[in-house]
């Protein structure tokens, strides 16, 4: 898979606060992070959310295969679904067991899978015989 990338100004999880570093460090908005990343159903449903209505952030994010995708599955859902940024998602993620971390990391690969069969598809086709 190729690396796409966006100037940081056209993300949307930069537009939407997701690096927002003046949001008061509430411990409201941690354990409302928590919520969802320990939540395996709700935390898909908002992935997909995210993956489907910020593509360029999906993109920038899930075709950088060396990058950690599982984390910014967890921060992106949580800014786009909460309104928290990826510092206060690191602190909820510290507050999570080891199985609810498990269980997260087993939504976000699933997420990726569906990113990269989807990523695949866009570009099936397009051989060598499409070039002349």
Same mark, same amino acid.
């Given at each position: 898979?190729?690396?796409?990338?966006?100037?940081? +100004?056209? @993300?949307? =999880?930069? /537009?939407?606060?997701?690096?927002?570093?003046? +949001?008061?460090?509430? =411990?409201?908005?941690?354990?409302?992070?928590?919520?969802?990343?320990? =939540?395996?159903?709700?935390?898909?449903?908002?992935?997909?959310?995210?993956?489907? =209505? @910020?593509?360029?952030?999906?993109?920038?994010?899930?075709?950088?295969?060396?990058?950690?995708? *599982?984390? @910014?599955?967890?921060?992106?859902?949580?800014?786009? @679904?909460?309104?928290?940024? &990826?510092?206060?998602? *690191?602190?909820?993620?510290?507050?999570?067991? +080891?199985? &609810?971390?498990?269980?997260?990391?087993?939504?976000?690969?699933? /997420?990726?899978?569906?990113? &990269?069969? *989807?990523?695949?598809?866009? +570009?099936?086709?397009?051989? /060598? &015989?499409?070039?002349?």
């Amino acid at each position: 898979m190729n690396k796409i990338s966006y100037p940081y +100004h056209l @993300w949307e =999880d930069f /537009i939407n606060g997701m690096f927002n570093l003046s +949001h008061p460090s509430t =411990d409201s908005a941690i354990e409302q992070a928590k919520g969802l990343l320990s =939540d395996p159903e709700t935390f898909f449903k908002v992935g997909i959310n995210v993956m489907d =209505d @910020w593509p360029i952030s999906s993109d920038e994010n899930l075709s950088n295969v060396s990058a950690n995708r *599982r984390a @910014w599955i967890g921060q992106a859902s949580c800014c786009y @679904w909460l309104g928290v940024p &990826e510092t206060l998602t *690191r602190k909820a993620w510290g507050r999570l067991s +080891h199985n &609810e971390k498990a269980l997260a990391n087993n939504v976000a690969d699933k /997420i990726i899978k569906i990113y &990269e069969t *989807r990523n695949r598809n866009i +570009h099936q086709g397009l051989g /060598i &015989e499409m070039l002349f």
